[in-house]
């Protein structure tokens, strides 16, 4: 059962007025009651922040609560189950609803009201993507044959049984009436929908933008970025691809791109008389996808596409090789970036990321390894010339995961970051936003000082239009704090 429940509770709410020392526009502090653990305090796909906890000894097991722009709660949803970080699938822009999976094909759509979707088995379909639009819940599939489907919401069948026979599918759930209908979708020549190599790189109100790996091999990787509007109808694709510069020297390097780069498979050893007596190991092994060589990705404020991937030569340092096409798929330039004492490795590369992160103002790209702790490179691109405008090689670091259940002493209010004990912030607990944006703004960095220098905080943040959002808490506080920092 989902509900709107009204929750009191502390907010301070200001403008700084003064001539700001470090850009700090506004700021709440929101108080973790003693029977809520915090297990995500996170940011909308538009930058809003959202808070879900566990409550005890409540009528409910989960609350979620979203801010708007300006930092007002506009929104609180509460759960009497509980709804973990990992189960989260979509957050619609503004946070006013989600989507959580608890199983393998079972989905849950949660506005004010749940429609609950768990009728619905992998032995009827098989969805591979899905959407959050306004007003809309888009799921995408294939291989409906003469199979009956049913949703179920608030104790109530919501439609009447049809049997449909689709190759690929988009079933379409109206946010306010429950209405579902499905369409027949598109897909181009040489394409179809997976749950790996296809993925939506972008949507708004009226269309959404999905990519397709079309072909490729050790040199050259070409995508297929299709547009669909919200009947499943194919407007228009594009191809873009990645070709290395020097075929006969390098070839796409494997790296964690995290995009599905890498598959894991458990392997059960038995060892004794046979298979029932003795001791038991179960073993992971993760083996390198298709996904692992180059990666795409979407700029919502310039209509771009960038496609990227590690470069490893048979001698020589690796590089970054960063290809950007306009929206008709014309190429508009390509770097490729040499990475000195950074090496990555044809091999199997599980432990070595390549991230490319897309904001308003700037490109960040980092490489580290996780493994020997070898290298953290960080790099900020400009979007128009391609320069790297800021470059920082961090030789101490760490990383940080904390999570609390019901205890409201743990660390950091119970938050996750990605790195710690980072060079020049052995304090602090940081993530990759707040770590390009220091280098980005020499007052943000200062920010930082001032911060480490004061006492242990986890800090991470999301770069907007209006600049950067971020979520803070101090090692032992029971609160967390919202800011936006004008850059």
């Known amino acids: 059962m989902m509900r709107f429940q009204g929750i009191v509770f502390s907010v301070a709410c200001f403008l700084i007025l003064q001539a700001p ?13 003693p029977d809520h653990a915090v297990k995500l305090a996170e940011f909308t796909p538009s930058g809003n922040f959202y808070i879900m906890e566990f409550a005890k000894d409540k009528d409910y097991k989960t609350r979620y609560r979203a801010f708007d722009s300006n930092f007002n709660l506009f929104q609180t949803i509460t759960a009497d189950k509980k709804i973990d970080g990992f189960e989260i699938g979509a957050i619609s822009s503004i946070g006013n609803y989600f989507t959580y999976q608890r199983k393998i094909n079972e989905w849950s759509l949660v506005s004010d009201t749940e429609l609950d979707m768990n009728s619905l088995t992998d032995k009827d379909f098989l969805i591979n993507l899905e959407v959050l639009s306004k007003g809309y819940h888009v799921a995408i599939g294939k291989e409906i044959i003469d199979k009956k489907i049913k949703l179920f919401s608030n104790s109530a069948w919501i439609n009447s049984e049809d049997v449909y026979s689709e190759n ?30 296809t993925k939506v790189l972008y949507h708004d109100n009226e269309h959404f933008l999905v990519s397709f790996y079309l072909e490729g091999n050790k040199t050259n990787k070409t995508y297929r970025v299709a547009t ?13 691809s990645l070709d290395i510069l020097d075929s006969n020297n390098e070839s796409f390097a494997y790296a964690n791109l995290e995009n599905g780069s890498f598959a894991t498979v458990t392997v059960t050893k038995y060892y004794g008389l046979g298979n029932t007596v003795g001791n038991t190991d179960l073993d992971q092994y993760g083996f390198a996808t298709v996904n692992a060589h180059c990666n795409i990705k979407y700029d ?62 700037f490109i960040g790209v980092s490489v580290n390894s996780t493994k020997g702790k070898s290298y953290c490179d960080f790099y900020i691109v400009d979007k128009n010339t391609s320069e790297m405008i800021a470059q920082e090689k961090y030789d101490k670091y760490g990383f940080y995961s904390n999570s609390g259940f019901y205890d409201v002493k743990s660390k950091f209010s119970g938050l996750d970051s990605e790195y710690e004990k ?24 200062e920010h930082l000082n001032r911060l480490n220098n004061d006492g242990e905080f986890l800090i991470k943040g999301v770069f907007m239009d209006q600049g950067l959002n971020t979520v803070m808490s101090s090692k032992k506080g029971n609160k967390i704090t919202f800011s936006r920092f004008k850059l």
Request: proline share 3%; glycine share 8%; charged share 25%.
């Open 21 to 33: 020392i470090f850009s700090q526009e506004k700021v709440i502090e929101v108080n973790i009651e």
């Open 168 to 197: 690929h599918y988009m079933l379409r759930t109206g946010m306010a009436d429950k209405k579902t209908t499905v369409f027949k979708i598109e897909v181009p020549e040489g394409c179809y929908f997976n749950g790996g190599s």
């Open 228 to 240: 669909y509007d919200y009947e499943g109808n194919l407007l228009g694709y594009v191809d873009v």
């Open 300 to 361: 919502p404020y310039e209509k771009a596409i960038y496609v990227y991937a590690g470069i490893k030569p048979k001698k020589g340092d690796s590089s970054i090789l960063i290809y950007k096409y306009d929206s008709s798929g014309s190429l508009l330039w390509q770097r490729q970036h040499q990475l000195s004492d950074t090496q990555l490795r044809y091999l199997n590369s599980f432990n070595r990321y390549l991230s490319f992160d897309i904001y308003p103002q």
């Open 422 to 445: 980072i060079t020049g912030y052995k304090n602090l607990k940081l993530d990759r936003s707040i770590i390009y944006a220091a280098l980005y703004s020499s007052a943000f960095r």
